[in-house]
Structure formats: C-alpha cells, structure tokens
C-alpha cells in the first residue's frame, strides 16, 4: 500500500510539475571547495521546495586571480564568488561581462562572509610565533602563496604590512624593511591558497603557514587538532571575499533569477549558518551569536583605511615593477 | 660479400659483452649506479602510487573509482584521445611519407614544424589556444555571438591534446620508412599496382611496428597530458576535468586516496604502454633479423 502511494506521489510529481532541468556554474577560488559543496547541497534543496525545478551546479576552483583571468578568456561563470574585490573588478574592466558597479548590488560590499589572516604551527608551537614580529626573525620558514596568483597571499602581504606600518608609526621605508625580511623567509611560493595548505601539511615544508582563518579551521578539523596550532596575531586585515552575478553569461543562459537567488541565499540565515560552520566568519546576527566564540577576537583592520583600496593597492605593491617585485628574490 | 660483412657484424655484436678494455668493476658500477637511480626516482615513487591508492583498501579503491565526477573525467579522457589519436596518426602517416619518399623545397622547415610542439612548453600550447578562441581573443565576439564554445570545453582540450601529441607518429614513422628506402614500392608500381595499392600491401606493412609503437605513445601523452590542458580546462568538476586534472583537484580537497586511486589508473596506462613498447621492439628486431637471413643465404646460394 505504501509502495502504491509513493508511487502516485512520484508519478503525480513527474506528471504535474514540469520540472525543469538547470546548470549553473560558480566560479570559486581556492579553500572554498568545502564550503561551496555544503552550501550547493542546501540551495538545491531550497530551490527544488520553492520551484520544483532541479538545478545542478558545476564548481570550478583555483587561485583567485587565475580564475578570473579564465572568466575574461570566456569561462562561462553564471556567478563568480572569489577572493577579493580586485578580481571581480578585474572582470568588469577587461571583459564588460559584469557592470562597474557590481559591489553595491549586494549587501555587506557583496561579502557575504568575511574572514582573517592567521598563523597555523605545527603542534606545541616550537618556533615560539605568536605575532607579525616572530615571523621575520632568522631561520623561521614561513609558507603564504604567491600573492601575484593567490587571494590569500595577497591579504597576507597586505596583513603583514599593515601591521609594520602600525608598528613603525606608518613609516613607509621602514614597513617595505620589514616585508622584505617577511619573504626572505620564504621557501616556497604556492599558485594558491590550498597549495600552500598542502605543502605546509602534506609535504610537511615550513614553521608557520600564513593563510585564510577558514583554511587553518579546515586543517585543523581534516588532519587532527593534535598535529596543528592556530595562532592568531594581534592585528590582521578583514578580508572581504566577494560575490558578483555575470550578467551577460546569465542573460545569455536564461538564469538570471535563478543565479541571482542563489548569491542572495548566501545572506539567508541557512547560508550563513553554513558559512560560519565552514569557518567563515559570518555577517547575520544570528549565526555570529552561533559561531562567533569559535573565532578569536583580533584587531582588524580594512584595505580602505590602510590602502585606500584594492585599486590602488594592486598598482602599488601587485603590479609588474610594483613594491613585491622590487623586494621578492627567490 | 653482403654475407661476409654482416658476419662481421654479428661477431662484433657477440663481442660487444666487453665493450671497451674498461675493467668488469667499472662495467658494474655503472650499472648499479644506474640501476639505484631508476629505483629511487621511478621505480619506488610509482610503486608508492599503488600502495596510497590500495592504503584503505580495495573497497575504498573502487568506490573512489566510481565516483560520478572520476567516471565523467575518465570518459573525457578516453574521448579525448580518441579523438586526438587518429587524427594524429592520419597526420603523422602523411607527413612521414612525404618526408622519407620525395624531395621537395622546405622539407626540411616541415621537420622542424613537426617537432615545434617538443621545444615548446605545453603552457604556451595552451595560451595560443585561448588568444586565438578566448573571448578576448580574435575569434571570441564572434564564436560567443554564434554560441560556440571552444575554450573551457571539450574542443580547447581536443585542440590543445592535439597540438602537444603532434609529433609522436611522424617522428618514429619518418626513421623507419627512410630506412625501407622505395626501391621495394617503385617495383610495385612498375607491376602495375596503383599509389593505394602499393600504401597499403607494399609501404604500411613493412613500417606496421614503428607505426603502431608512434600511436601507442600519442595515446599515452594524450591521455596524460597537464599543462596544456591546464590552461584551456576552465576546471569544471564532471565537466571539464581530464583524468590528469582531476588527480590535481582530489589531492586539494584532501581526497588523497582518491587521487591515488585515479593516478594508479594513470601508472597502469604508462605500464601498459611500456609492455606493449617493449613487445613490439622485440617483434620488430625478430622481423629484421629474419629478413636479414633471408638475404643472407640468397646470396650465398
């Protein structure tokens, strides 16, 4: 009987509903793998109780900067959620595919979540790190990314010098010293963010790995608590991964609505309690409440106040010729 | 006197167990030296693939094996090459046979043609790819305006595959039919047979072992090829993700058994190729050797 009934219930969904069959594709950066398969699983739920309609979605993940280098070169991005604000500009500018004013159209500058820079240290924590200063004395290796690819590298470079500049009362000579010395002690550059994360754990390189919060949370939880220490400076930059809709890739598709409610779900209170269960500091009240003691009270400080922005940012230190390659000799 | 000489030879070659007047300790040096290098850098680091693929066990193996993104990367692969391979042994054939059978002005600037995709990295091979079909490159308005996807889909990975793969037949082809000469195909076609007919019963059949040793190799690169790929991939799990690629994105999302498991699909592809390398070697010598007899006591009769 019951059998009987699910089978009307089935047949009733398949002849009723009309189902329609969707793609999407999210263009990510790297440490969001985790994140994004959660947060897919649940939208599609979402979607399916709200319209009936079965949405696939397709991932793409690399370093920040590369991935949106692929979406200029034509990558068919219905969304693009990446790691900082310059390469969704990025887009705009080279390709016309996203309008200059993207950043507005969502609240919180279009960051959904933000997160941190910290340190991860291998167990008993036996080179002693505990701020930016620990990190540029003598034989310390310490692993970033390469922040002409890699988002993270890039709010790490920015992390570190924000706080020499503090330090030094905003000598500029004197902070450019002190990033210097940084990546003197740099063995190796990763592309991105989770290269760095698995030549840090894996191939077992290094003293400290300089990266995302959310990355060393994820560390901490797939290889143990008892191998790894989260150490987290006394001052680091808010970083603000940000999230645009392609406009002429879903106008194109058909899926603007559909694209458009999935970036809005990341605001909703499921979204953000996902979020903050990946690692990723939330925006809502609620699931800040939640997961909130979780993260570490740090001074943060934003791009704007010591950069002036990721624009100026960029041609200052990320350029070809700017502030790293003048200071950075493997 | 044909006789005499490749005696000579063969005395030679049986002699050959000294090589030069060196001393039996320097002759085994060298080859254990050479014997702990293969060792340390290929043979245990690809045995070592098999043990973290099989480290859960066989259950795991499998299970990561049929994953719906694994199979979608492995049939891409084999579509691919499919694609890849006889489209390159159809070029190789051509080329060779131009090569090795007519003179003709710039013959020697298509030989250095051919082998342009060895002395270039495959990143470039694949960043040509996007400025030609990226949609910023000179073709992009317009295949965007026509809806046609090259770039981060399966024809940039076909294209790119085919312009790192190029080489393989005609380089092992040319040799070998340079080698026959066209004395054996001009007495063919002073009997009468027409241009296919002496291709295919006088030309493939004695070139049959270099040729199929040229595809076997195109199909090991083409399947596991990286960089080129790489580039025009656009990465898309179940998608765009070659086998190759798709090791690359198990290993950073922590799946290492995973990607073991697909890259000890890769290991056995390369084992496979080796085996059937080394069989048609040793064909191929048995083959000449006969043939060498057979001249051999036609000229002592």
């Known amino acids: ?330 | 006197m044909a006789g005499y000489v490749s005696k000579n030879i063969r005395d030679a070659t049986s002699k050959s167990q000294r090589g030069t007047e060196e001393s039996p300790l320097v002759k085994w040096t060298l080859v254990a030296l050479s014997g702990t290098f293969l060792a340390v850098f290929l043979l245990i680091p690809l045995a070592n693939v098999f043990v973290q693929a099989l480290e859960k066990g066989w259950d795991l193996y499998v299970s990561a094996l049929k994953e719906p993104d694994t199979v979608s990367a492995i049939k891409l692969t084999v579509i691919v090459a499919a694609i890849t391979v006889p489209l390159n042994t159809l070029f190789g054939v051509c080329a060779a046979w131009a090569v090795a059978k007519f003179e003709f002005r710039g013959k020697s600037l298509l030989i250095t043609l051919i082998d342009l995709p060895f002395s270039v990295s495959p990143v470039v091979a694949g960043l040509i790819y996007v400025v030609m079909f990226g949609l910023q490159g000179y073709f992009g308005r317009w295949l965007d305006d026509h809806d046609i996807k090259i770039i981060f889909a399966v024809p940039g990975i076909v294209l790119a595959t085919i312009f790192v793969t190029f080489p393989f037949v005609a380089r092992e082809l040319i040799p070998v039919m340079q080698a026959t000469g066209r004395e054996q195909e001009e007495a063919a076609l002073t009997l009468g047979a027409g241009g296919l007919k002496t291709f295919w019963y006088v030309t493939l059949p004695s070139v049959k072992w270099g040729l199929l040793y040229g595809v076997i190799l195109c199909n090991a690169r083409a399947m596991g090829e990286f960089g080129a790929v790489s580039v025009v991939s656009g990465h898309i799990a179940g998608v765009t993700n070659t086998m190759p690629l798709h090791v690359e994105k198990l290993y950073n999302e922590y799946q290492g058994q995973a990607a073991f498991a697909v890259a000890s699909l890769l290991a056995l592809l390369a084992l496979v190729t080796l085996g059937v390398k080394t069989l048609l070697e040793w064909k191929q010598s048995r083959e000449f050797a006969r043939a060498q007899q057979n001249v051999e006591s036609m000229m002592n009769k």
């Open chain 1, 1 to 330: 009987m019951k059998k009987f009934l699910s089978a009307i219930v089935i047949g009733a969904a398949l002849v009723g509903a009309h189902a329609k069959d969707i793609k999407l594709l999210n263009v990510s950066y790297d440490p969001t793998r985790e994140l994004y398969q959660d947060f897919n699983a649940a939208f599609i739920k979402h979607w399916k109780a709200k319209t009936g309609d079965n949405v696939t979605i397709q991932q793409s993940h690399g370093g920040s900067g590369k991935q949106a280098r692929s979406v200029i070169d034509g990558l068919q991005a219905d969304v693009v959620t990446l790691a900082l604000a310059y390469d969704v500009d990025s887009i705009a500018e080279k390709s016309k595919l996203i309008p200059a004013d993207w950043q507005k159209r969502l609240p919180h500058n279009s960051a959904p979540y933000t997160s941190t820079i910290v340190f991860l240290v291998r167990k008993g924590n036996p080179k002693g790190i505990k701020d930016w200063d620990d990190l540029v004395k003598p034989k310390v290796a310490i692993i970033p990314a390469n922040p002409k690819t890699s988002g993270a590298a890039r709010w790490a470079y920015l992390a570190a010098w924000g706080f020499a500049l503090k330090k030094y009362d905003n000598d500029e000579a004197k902070a450019k010293d002190f990033v210097a010395k940084f990546y003197k002690n740099v063995p190796v550059l990763d592309s991105g963010a989770r290269g760095a994360t698995t030549t840090f754990i894996q191939r077992e390189i290094g003293d400290v790995l300089v990266g995302w919060e959310n990355e060393a949370y994820l560390a901490l939880k797939e290889f143990g608590a008892d191998k790894f220490e989260i150490v987290t400076p006394s001052i680091s930059i808010l970083a603000e991964p940000t999230v645009a809709l392609v406009d002429r890739v879903v106008k194109k598709k058909g899926t603007e609505a559909i694209a458009k409610a999935y970036l809005e779900y990341l605001y909703s209170d499921e979204g953000q309690e996902i979020a903050g269960r990946n690692f990723y500091r939330p925006r809502s009240e609620k699931a800040l409440e939640k997961y909130g003691d979780k993260f570490a009270k740090v001074n943060l400080f934003t791009i704007d106040e010591i950069f002036g922005g990721w624009q100026q940012a960029t041609r200052k230190h990320f350029a070809d010729g700017g502030v790293f390659d003048q200071i950075y000799k493997p």
